[in-house]
Nanobody
Framework: QVQLVESGGGLVQPGESLRLSCVAS??????????MGWYRQAPGKQRELIAH???????NYRDSVKDRFTISRDNAKNTVYLQMNSLKPEDSAVYYC?????????WGQGTQVTVSS
C-alpha cells in the first residue's frame, strides 16, 4: 500500500510564494516510473488536476497556474514538489498529490493553502 504525505501549505498574502512537498512511500511502488500530479480542491468545488510530471521530467499545467507554478520531482527521495509563485486568493484550496495517469492511489490528507490579505 502506498502512502502520500503532503506538506508545505500555509497562510500567505497575495503575490507571495509557497513550496509544497509530497512524499510517497510503500512497498512495491516504483515512484520513478509513475506520472505524478498535484491536485487542488477549493470549498464547494471539484478536485482538479493542476500540474503533472512524467517520468522523463516533462511537465504540463492547467492554464490557471501556468507560468506561476512549477512541478518537479526527486526520484531518489520519492518526492514531488510544487513551487507556487505569485499566489492569488483564487489559489486557496487543499492541495493533494497523486498519480496523474492510471488508477489513483489512496489520497493523503492534503495540505491547506490560504491566500489572503
Amino acid at each position: 500500500q502506498v502512502q502520500l504525505v503532503e506538506s508545505g501549505g500555509g497562510l500567505v498574502q497575495p503575490g507571495e510564494s509557497l513550496r509544497l512537498s509530497c512524499v510517497a512511500s510503500g512497498s512495491a511502488f516504483i515512484f520513478s516510473v509513475v506520472t505524478m500530479g498535484w491536485y487542488r480542491q477549493a470549498p464547494g468545488k471539484q478536485r482538479e488536476l493542476i500540474a503533472h510530471i512524467f517520468s522523463d521530467g516533462t511537465t504540463n499545467y492547467r492554464d490557471s497556474v501556468k507560468d506561476r507554478f512549477t512541478i518537479s520531482r526527486d526520484n531518489a527521495k520519492n518526492t514531488v514538489y510544487l513551487q507556487m509563485n505569485s499566489l492569488k486568493p483564487e489559489d486557496s484550496a487543499v492541495y493533494y498529490c497523486n498519480r496523474a495517469r492510471g488508477p489513483a492511489l489512496d489520497w493523503g490528507q492534503g495540505t491547506q493553502v490560504t491566500v489572503s490579505s
